[in-house]
T-cell receptor, first 118, second 111 residues
Framework: GAVVSQHPSWVICKSGTSVKIECRSLDFQATTMFWYRQFPKQSLMLMATSNEGSKATYEQGVEKDKFLINHASLTLSTLTVTSAHPEDSSFYIC??????????????FGSGTQLSVL | GESVGLHLPTLSVQEGDNSIINCAYSNSASDYFIWYKQESGKGPQFIIDIRSNMDKRQGQRVTVLLNKTVKHLSLQIAATQPGDSAVYFCAEIPPRRALIFGKGTTLSVSS
């Protein structure tokens, strides 16, 4: 099956620094990738939809300048948490949509990145 | 805002029992539904999906039922095993929208 690789799997950083998370579709081209955030014992909340070659679409309440998303190729999207603070500590998960499948079918998820901001 | 809710946050069963996890979705226009399994520290894993033009779909040991009249989804797991212990999320896709996850049900299987 299709594979989505997310890196790093965990990161610890100091408050005020920036952290970049990568999401790669390894064996398919993904015109659309999604970024989710998950707090402990809670559901996944959609942060933004990343479209290759265009600006990301952010969900209401998500700061565009804080969570920078770049989708420069059909196999790579990045999420950069800028000037991270302890409240940004969370589990971040990406997913990718196989462009050869109908929209929504078989979205593939990365393994997640646990961000801890000290 | 829109959300997909689950009726029970936790479900405990004995190994070998059948498990039923329920979900109520909110958007009657949603045309695609998916069940995911998430183990601790990992991303969601696809289990089974169903389109709105169906009311039942079976996989290996799993069955999804869709009742559009009451906007209800259920996931049935036959002969539940300890390896099935995880958090289960239902998700819906409304038209022209991204996936919306429910709140999750933690399934605990004891031997």
């Amino acid at each position: 099956g299709a594979v989505v690789s997310q890196h790093p799997s965990w990161v610890i950083c100091k408050s005020g620094t920036s952290v970049k998370i990568e999401c790669r579709s390894l064996d398919f081209q993904a015109t659309t990738m999604f970024w989710y955030r998950q707090f402990p014992k809670q559901s996944l909340m959609l942060m933004a939809t990343s479209n290759e070659g265009s600006k990301a679409t952010y969900e209401q309440g998500v700061e565009k300048d804080k969570f920078l998303i770049n989708h420069a190729s059909l196999t790579l999207s990045t999420l950069t948490v800028t000037s991270a603070h302890p409240e940004d500590s969370s589990f971040y998960i990406c997913s990718a949509s196989d462009r050869t499948a109908s929209f929504g079918e078989k979205l593939f998820f990365g393994s997640g990145t646990q961000l801890s901001v000290l | 805002g829109e959300s997909v809710g689950l009726h029970l946050p936790t479900l405990s069963v004995q190994e070998g029992d059948n498990s039923i996890i329920n979900c109520a979705y909110s958007n009657s226009a949603s045309d695609y539904f998916i069940w995911y399994k998430q183990e601790s520290g990992k991303g969601p894993q696809f289990i089974i999906d169903i389109r709105s033009n169906m009311d039942k779909r079976q996989g290996q040991r799993v069955t999804v039922l869709l009742n559009k009249t009451v906007k209800h989804l259920s996931l049935q797991i036959a002969a539940t095993q300890p390896g099935d212990s995880a958090v289960y999320f239902c998700a819906e896709i409304p038209p022209r929208r991204a996936l919306i996850f429910g709140k999750g049900t933690t399934l605990s299987v004891s031997s």
